[in-house]
Structures are given as C-alpha cells and as structure tokens.
C-alpha cells in the first residue's frame, strides 16, 4: 500500500527534477527526505520548549472557555486525539479540540472534512475557521511529538514518507497554502475524495515541503522539522 501510494504522488509529480538537496528527483524526498542540522539540533528543540510551554500557560484559561465550549455544544468529550505519523515514521496521538460529532467507528466517515460537512458541529465549525481547535498541539510540541514549524503530521493512509526525519508542526507554508483546502474539497464527492486529494493535493503538498526543506530557514519561517 505504501509503495502504491508512494508511486501515485511520484506520477502526479510529473518526473519533474527536485530541487537543489533533494537528489535527483522529487522521488528522492520519499525515499531520502533533505534535512538540515538545524532538524534535529538541540537549540531546536528548546525553542520549542520554551514557547509551547509559554503559550499554554498564557492561554491556559481562553483554552478551558473553548473546552466548556465544545462539551456544552454537543455531546463528547473536549479532546480529540488521533494517530498521526512522527518523527522517523513513529506514529503519537494528535490532540486537538473536539470539532466534529461524536459517533461510532462504523459511522466516522471519510477522514477528510470539507467546508458543509455535516459532521462538523456549530463550535467545531467557528474553532477550525479561527484554528482555533488546533491549540492543544502546543501540548504535543512540549511532549516532543511535534515541533513549531515543519510539515503537518499526516495519517498513517496518508504519509507519504515512511521515515520521515524531521518533526511534524503545527504550521508551515504548505499549511499556509493549503489553509482552505476544505473549500478546495467542498466540491468533491464523498466516494471521490481520498482519490482526489491523493492525486491533486498531496503531491502539490509534497513538492513545497521538499523545496522547502531543502533550502532550511531558521525561525520563525523554517519548515524543516
């Protein structure tokens, strides 16, 4: 399944050559992802410290209003926690604020949302458009799951790169390019999306990672976790 998947976003990539560090070919980044000494520095990893720890304390109260929020608008719990793909291909559990309906395995759904989805609940809907929900990553951060900036952690179906070396982050500029891509798949049929965003965003999503990560920036714009 991996190499299938890793063969389709290769294709879509159209053979184009990688960018300068990434080998010959955008293949390469799947096979031998650029990385930098800055990845996997312990200066790195105190920045993160420092501010995930900075920001939790200073939004520790907005963040419990959000919590009571989320648990007086429907029934579940606050959190949210999913299997996420880490460091070296090590799967964490992703902690985010409840923004969906709860239901059972059989009735989940696709993994993908898009902008409608009936799912979404009427908090979850004003938390993701804020991003707000996503604030009990800095939590994952601090644990050493994630880092600041770098790719967002994919699932496990969706991970292109079996080992990545780099921490996933909260954000990065493929997040920032992609920051509506649930208006992008709102016209996308349900039976259909996981094929079009395999085909159409993944490898898009892909390519700016590797030339990103090739040429490592330090805070606050690298995306090389």
């Known amino acids: 399944m991996e190499s299938k998947r890793r063969s389709s976003i290769v294709s879509h990539l159209g053979g184009r050559p990688g960018p300068e560090g990434c080998g010959n070919s955008f293949e ?6 650029p990385r930098s000494g800055w990845t996997d520095s312990a ?17 520790s109260v907005p963040m419990l209003i959000i919590a009571a929020c989320v648990r007086l608008g429907s029934k579940g719990p606050a959190i949210f926690s999913q299997e996420r793909v880490g460091l070296n291909g090590r799967p964490f559990r992703l902690f985010k604020f409840r923004s969906m309906v709860q239901r059972t395995r059989k009735d989940l759904g696709p993994d993908l949302t898009k902008d409608g989805d009936a799912r979404v609940t009427p908090t979850g809907c004003f938390l993701r458009k804020l991003k707000l929900d996503e604030l009990p990553q800095f939590y994952n951060v601090l644990r050493g ?5 770098g790719p967002r952690p994919k699932l496990p179906q969706y991970s292109a790169i079996a080992n990545m070396p ?6 990065g500029p493929a997040t ?12 996308v049929g349900p039976e259909q999306m996981e094929d079009f965003y395999m085909e159409h965003v993944s490898p898009l999503r892909l390519a700016l990672m590797c030339v990103t990560c090739a040429k490592p920036i330090r805070y606050p714009t690298c995306a090389s976790s």
């Open 28 to 33: 390469s980044c799947l096979v031998d992802p």
């Open 43 to 59: 200066a790195r990893r105190v920045v993160d410290i420092v501010f995930s720890a900075l920001l939790l304390t200073l939004l």
């Open 145 to 149: 799951d994630m880092s600041l900036v």
């Open 166 to 171: 780099y921490r996933p982050g909260i954000t």
């Open 176 to 187: 920032l390019a992609f920051r509506r891509e649930e208006e992008i798949l709102s016209s």
